[in-house]
């Protein structure tokens, strides 16, 4: 019974999961399809070296279409490259991407709902007002964004020119995954701007990209106000006590080695919100002036005085008055 309840919930896991991976490659399509793609702003990725591919190529071919080629091709590269783990992550998104992107293309494209969609339908190439362009950056990268940020978090991956990086910091001795990300995109992006020769819609795709990633910081890892406190000192009991009673938090004793004197020594480990960080350090200055105190900005805190709010705590702490009256 115990392997089937422990089945059911892996099932649930892995079916939420791709959910959050279906909606993300939706709304990370949706950004690229309705907003950045109409204005041929290069933003870096598959998406944007598709913008500059279409434009130098001696034959027609649809951006959707080049995407579709790029993000497959790039696909068994990454099979080959980096094993069928990472394969799996981008499986989904490869599939899902491509076929709303094109959705979302031909949404904008065939004018529905009176044309809601078709936002470039009154911005003149020859004589640009580049309000459309700005709006269409800003609003493309915040959903490119999010829709990265919602693949992130289901588990999957984008994919992209992000495997190209990572099978470089791989085989390359010493090159970090993240710069080579950085190279592969700014590669992008210089091409796009001898492609595209028109140096404002260039600052503006990396204006969304930079959109992009604010996003998904904020999306993927939230607003957090809360901080992680690590405490050495030798009135650490009178510290933690009032951690307890004035602070009202729950702390951890950890013993710790000195790593130049080798000595053991308690060390206090807390966390506390923003709101209560004047107060923490007001304790701390009032026992110790000397103390080693490092404070850490947490980006996801989950537990109760974190995510459960008040009422929910103090209904958990109230006691059942039969059970006073029995008492």
Same mark, same amino acid.
């Given at each position: 019974?115990?392997?089937?309840l422990?089945?059911?919930?892996?099932?649930?896991?892995?079916?939420k999961?791709? /959910?959050?991976? !279906? %909606?993300g490659?939706?709304?990370?399509?949706?950004?690229f399809? &309705?907003?950045? *793609?109409? $204005?041929?702003?290069?933003?870096?990725?598959?998406?944007?070296?598709s913008?500059?591919?279409?434009?130098?190529?001696?034959?027609?071919?649809?951006?959707?279409?080049?995407?579709?080629?790029l993000?497959?091709?790039?696909?068994f590269?990454?099979?080959?490259?980096?094993?069928?783990?990472?394969a799996?992550k981008?499986?989904l998104?490869?599939?899902?991407?491509?076929?709303?992107?094109?959705?979302?293309?031909?949404v904008?494209?065939?004018?529905?709902?009176?044309?809601?969609?078709?936002?470039?339908?009154?911005?003149?190439?020859?004589?640009?007002?580049?309000?459309?362009?700005?709006?269409?950056?800003?609003?493309?990268?915040?959903l490119?964004?999010?829709?990265?940020a919602?693949?992130?978090?289901?588990?999957?991956?984008?994919?992209?020119?992000?495997? /190209?990086?990572? !099978? %470089?910091?791989?085989?390359?001795?010493?090159?970090?995954?993240? &710069?080579?990300? *950085?190279? $592969?995109d700014?590669?992008?992006?210089?091409?796009?701007?001898?492609v595209?020769?028109?140096?404002?819609?260039?600052?503006?795709g990396?204006?969304?990209?930079?959109?992009?990633?604010?996003?998904?910081?904020?999306?993927?890892?939230?607003?957090?106000?809360?901080?992680?406190?690590?405490?050495?000192?030798?009135?650490?009991?009178?510290?933690?006590?009032a951690?307890?009673?004035?602070?009202e938090?729950?702390?951890?004793?950890?013993?710790?080695?000195?790593?130049?004197?080798?000595?053991?020594?308690?060390?206090?480990?807390?966390?506390?919100?923003?709101?209560q960080y004047?107060?923490?350090?007001?304790?701390?200055?009032?026992?110790?002036?000397?103390?080693?105190?490092?404070?850490?900005?947490a980006?996801e805190?989950?537990?109760?005085?974190?995510?459960?709010?008040?009422?929910?705590?103090?209904?958990?702490?109230?006691?059942?008055?039969?059970?006073?009256?029995?008492?």
């Amino acid at each position: 019974m115990l392997k089937i309840l422990k089945d059911k919930t892996a099932m649930l896991a892995a079916l939420k999961n791709a /959910l959050w991976v !279906i %909606a993300g490659s939706v709304v990370l399509a949706l950004g690229f399809g &309705v907003f950045i *793609f109409p $204005f041929d702003l290069v933003t870096g990725g598959v998406s944007g070296l598709s913008v500059a591919i279409v434009k130098i190529l001696p034959f027609e071919l649809s951006v959707d279409l080049c995407v579709t080629i790029l993000t497959w091709a790039l696909f068994f590269v990454g099979l080959i490259f980096l094993g069928k783990a990472f394969a799996l992550k981008t499986l989904l998104s490869s599939i899902v991407y491509p076929i709303a992107l094109s959705f979302w293309l031909r949404v904008a494209e065939s004018g529905i709902l009176g044309g809601v969609f078709d936002i470039a339908k009154n911005y003149d190439c020859e004589n640009p007002d580049y309000a459309l362009p700005i709006i269409a950056a800003v609003f493309g990268g915040a959903l490119v964004g999010v829709g990265c940020a919602l693949t992130f978090r289901g588990g999957g991956s984008t994919g992209g020119l992000d495997i /190209l990086a990572l !099978i %470089a910091a791989k085989y390359i001795k010493g090159v970090k995954s993240s &710069v080579s990300v *950085f190279f $592969f995109d700014a590669m992008v992006v210089v091409a796009g701007l001898f492609v595209m020769k028109d140096l404002i819609m260039c600052m503006l795709g990396i204006a969304s990209a930079f959109v992009a990633a604010l996003v998904i910081d904020k999306v993927l890892l939230g607003e957090s106000r809360s901080f992680i406190a690590h405490i050495v000192s030798e009135k650490y009991e009178q510290i933690n006590e009032a951690i307890l009673t004035k602070l009202e938090r729950g702390s951890t004793i950890i013993t710790a080695h000195g790593g130049y004197t080798g000595e053991k020594r308690p060390m206090i480990m807390v966390s506390f919100t923003m709101s209560q960080y004047s107060a923490f350090m007001a304790i701390i200055s009032s026992i110790d002036k000397n103390a080693f105190v490092t404070i850490h900005l947490a980006h996801e805190i989950e537990g109760e005085g974190f995510t459960k709010n008040d009422t929910e705590s103090k209904k958990s702490n109230k006691t059942d008055p039969k059970e006073e009256e029995k008492k």
